[in-house]
């Protein structure tokens, strides 16, 4: 098998460096590393232009994440295919990971990535957090109910490159590659998952898990995604002659977070005009209690922060809602509390079909 790491770089001059080496390092003999600068106006043409000669370079008009990724894909020839975030980081052994795990009908391969800060300081803790037990055909029994499943960003991902070819000829028009293939990678294959950290993370302050001051924009952005996301995922599942809801996002656990958020933060420009909060509450703490997958112990916090986001005045509720969805603005005895929670051994979930 070759793999290709693809990195889509716009202004990450600080990171991009890292990035590459990481790719670079990746101990597996057939590899190549293709680097897609986004019309950046900062040094990292400088940066990637240090690598010269280890790296396939190319320096592209400003489009997107999609558009950059599509582009080095074209450029690409491996089996396997990781999008690098340009502020991210690989260890070295994920492809000997990936490749004892592999197999001809896969899609993807996930696995879990330490988080790390500016200074690529260790924060602690791993992402995300996977179910005990979970094979390709519960997953995608569950996603088919849902349209959720327990999934790294981006980087924490090697796609088939049969997959990656399949979905972008369907033309996506969301802008997040990462948001495409992440979403039809249940239904266009089988989705296998290494549970040891084989990536790094980074949370700073460019980043969305980095902001420390609540942005409803960004809430609501979300929301609109997942509406594009939900469509394609309907007009791809008809196409597979699969049966699916027909509103996929109205048990979706992550869209119904930000969909709570948004109607409490800024109700007068939430997109969702119908929505109420008893609704919106009743539907997560039944979605987090009847189709997730999740551990009892983060099921009962969510619970925990959904109740508390309800009954709470306006100002704690911003600060309950920032915290959930920005980690590095959490104070120190939440952090603490949520680590302690953590080292708690949870017990095994029953499987479900």
């Known amino acids: 098998m070759k793999l290709s790491v693809i990195i889509a770089n716009h202004n990450h001059a600080d990171f991009i460096g890292p990035a590459i080496s990481s790719a670079l390092a990746i101990d597996w003999p057939e590899k190549e590393v293709i ?43 491996g089996d396997a295919i990781i999008f690098l975030d340009a502020d991210d980081l690989l260890e070295p052994e994920v492809m000997r990971e990936v490749a004892k795990v592999w197999r001809p009908d896969v899609s993807k391969v996930q696995f879990r990535m330490n988080l790390i800060d500016a200074s690529n300081a260790p924060l602690g803790s791993a992402i995300p957090q996977f179910p005990a037990k979970e094979d390709p055909k519960r997953l995608r029994q569950t996603f088919l109910r849902t349209m959720a499943y327990t999934t790294p960003p981006g980087t924490g991902n090697a796609y088939s490159r049969n997959f990656v070819r399949d979905v972008f000829a369907h033309s996506p028009s969301i802008p997040q590659s990462d948001a495409v293939l992440l979403t039809l990678a249940p239904i266009m294959g089988d989705v ?57 996002l109205r048990y979706s656990l ?69 915290w959930r969805f920005a980690a590095i603005s959490r104070p120190q005895t939440i952090k603490a509390l949520l680590g302690a929670l953590s080292s708690l051994r949870s017990p095994r979930l029953p499987d479900r079909t």
């Open 254 to 322: 992550n869209h119904l977070q930000y969909r709570l958020a948004s109607y409490l933060v800024e109700r007068s420009a939430h997109p969702f005009p119908d929505d109420r909060m008893v609704g919106l509450v009743y539907r997560l703490v039944f979605s987090a209690t009847v189709t997730s997958q999740m551990r009892l112990r983060d099921r009962a916090i969510l619970m925990a922060w959904t109740i508390a986001c309800a009954l709470s005045p306006p100002g704690f509720r911003r600060n309950f809602i920032l």
């Open 35 to 77: 680097v897609v600068d986004d019309a950046s106006t900062d040094g990292s043409r400088l940066v990637i232009e240090s690598f010269s000669g280890k790296v396939a370079a190319h320096f592209r008009p400003k489009s997107d994440q999609l558009g950059a990724h599509m582009f080095g894909f074209e450029q690409s020839t």
């Open 192 to 248: 296998l998952t290494i549970r040891k950290p084989l990536a790094r993370y980074r949370v700073h302050d460019a980043s969305y898990s980095g902001m420390r001051s609540l942005n409803a924009f960004k809430l609501r952005a979300r929301l609109h995604q997942d509406v594009e996301k939900a469509r394609l995922f309907a007009s791809v599942s008809r196409q597979l002659g699969l049966s699916t809801r027909p509103d996929p």
